[in-house]
């Protein structure tokens, strides 16, 4: 085998390799967006529910209540809260962040502090409980 032939046979196994990879960065992306979109049912399912538990104990904390009822009531809407905020941090699997245009082209990553910048803007969503 000359050196061309040699040469030609490297940029076929570099091909094969290549092609592998983008298989395989498909079959993973594929996964991500499945996650993200379980992830994204999951949410909107322990919201809504989530958002009544906390509007009804709010509107108790209205009324006139033992001091006994009175922290009960409390602790229902305080412990609900905790689960609103963990259900919250979930936004993170449900959108996952793609390199940005530019740093494609420059070959450089996007950082978190670039794809938080994005994300800040945003309102949240209608599915989220109000924030107290």
């Known amino acids: 085998m000359n050196e061309d032939e040699a040469c030609a046979a ?7 390799t290549t092609e592998g990879l983008r298989r395989t960065v ?42 006994s009822a009175r922290r009960r009531v409390e602790i229902i809407e305080r ?6 905020d963990v259900v919250a941090e979930l936004r993170v ?14 070959d450089q990553p996007t950082t978190d502090d670039e794809t938080a910048s994005d994300d800040s803007s ?4 209608d599915n ?3 924030r107290h």
Not at 79 to 84: E, G, N, Q, V
């Open 26 to 67: 498909a079959t993973y992306e594929a996964r991500l967006t499945e996650i993200a979109d379980l992830t994204a049912r999951v949410r909107h399912e322990i919201n809504n529910p989530l958002t009544g538990l906390i509007g009804q104990a709010q509107l108790l904390l209205r009324v006139d209540l033992d001091d």
């Open 122 to 125: 945003a309102s949240h969503s």
């Open 10 to 16: 490297d940029r076929g196994d570099e091909r094969a």
């Open 79 to 84: 412990l609900a809260s905790r689960i609103r």
């Open 93 to 106: 699997i449900q959108r996952p962040t793609a390199p940005t245009t530019d740093a494609a082209d420059n």
């Open 128 to 130: 989220d409980p109000p």
